[in-house]
């Protein structure tokens, strides 16, 4: 299935190596994921994995510019679980997310953090997904869970 997507600058990015792939979504990226710092730093097609590192800077922040709002960090979990998912579909399918749980378990501040992706279930029509983001030491931040629908394309 050639999976051109209009991000992707006409690429059929199925035909790409996930490494490949991964230069051709930064080279992409779309104004959302821009706008969060963020760039792909790992892809697994086959897996179902995603991650990405993301800079959060003090306009993000409330608390005197020390404390991420919860709005980014979602945007940015939300980012990595989807763009595991368009992975597993070889970007060939739209992946609209139908639920979505956070739990923030530590306070993030300015710098860099890693958020991942999973897909932990792919059905026929709708898909669950994992994902956690965490701060330069290591600390858990943020962990999510999401069920998308998968959305073929028509034919």
């Known amino acids: 299935m ?10 059929d990015i199925a035909a790409l190596s996930d490494a490949q792939a991964l230069n051709v979504l930064n080279a ?3 104004e ?32 005197q510019g020390r404390i991420c709002q ?24 739209a992946v609209p997310t139908l639920e979505l749980k956070i739990s923030f378990l530590e306070a993030a501040g300015p710098g860099f953090v890693i958020a991942e992706g999973r897909v932990l279930r792919w059905g026929g ?20 869970t999401s069920t998308i629908k998968i959305v073929r394309p028509r034919e």
């Open 32 to 63: 959302p994921v821009k706008v969060l710092n963020g760039e792909v730093t790992e892809l697994d097609s086959k897996r179902g994995f995603c991650r990405f590192r993301f800079e959060i800077v003090p306009a993000f922040c409330h608390s």
């Open 2 to 11: 050639n999976s051109t997507h209009p991000d992707f600058a006409g690429t």
């Open 125 to 144: 029509s709708v898909g669950f997904l994992d994902g956690d983001i965490k701060d330069d030491q290591g600390r858990l931040v943020v962990h999510a």
């Open 28 to 30: 992409n990226l779309n």
């Open 70 to 93: 919860g709005g980014f960090l979602t945007g940015m979990v939300d980012t990595a679980m989807a763009h595991a998912a368009m992975a597993k579909s070889n970007f060939a399918f």
